[in-house]
């Protein structure tokens, strides 16, 4: 009984496989523009609002979450406050890891952010 594989390539397939391999290579050491790298985060934080607080049950589709957080409303609804205040919990956490300072660090006795 001899091997029977469940697929094969042919010479084209591994050609493009070559091109594919070497644009990824050019793509890793290029560096994205500032305003990609800023869309990418704020489309990721965005999703992950969206995600976390829909297992709490918010029912916020992805549109009302980003208006939610760009809202300058004086008395959201429950939903909307909850989505802002995971989303400056985000924020809050980015900015705890680009200044290398542990979460720990920065909250004081009383248990507030940024106290001493």
């Not at 004086?74 to 809050?92: C, D, F, G, H, I």
């Amino acid at each position: 009984m001899s091997f029977q594989p469940r697929f094969s390539y042919t010479h084209a397939m591994a050609k493009n496989l070559g091109i594919i391999e070497a644009a990824r290579a050019v793509v890793e050491v290029l560096p994205l523009p500032l305003d990609q790298v800023l869309f990418l985060r704020q489309a990721a934080r965005q999703r992950a609002t969206r995600n976390s607080t829909r297992i709490e049950g918010n029912t916020l589709n992805s549109a009302e979450v980003g208006r939610a957080v760009v809202a300058i409303s004086k008395s959201p609804t429950e939903m909307q406050q909850e989505v802002r205040n995971y989303w400056r919990a985000l924020e809050w956490r980015q900015g705890s890891k680009n200044s290398h300072l542990c979460p720990d660090k920065r909250v004081g006795r009383t248990g507030s952010m940024g106290g001493g």
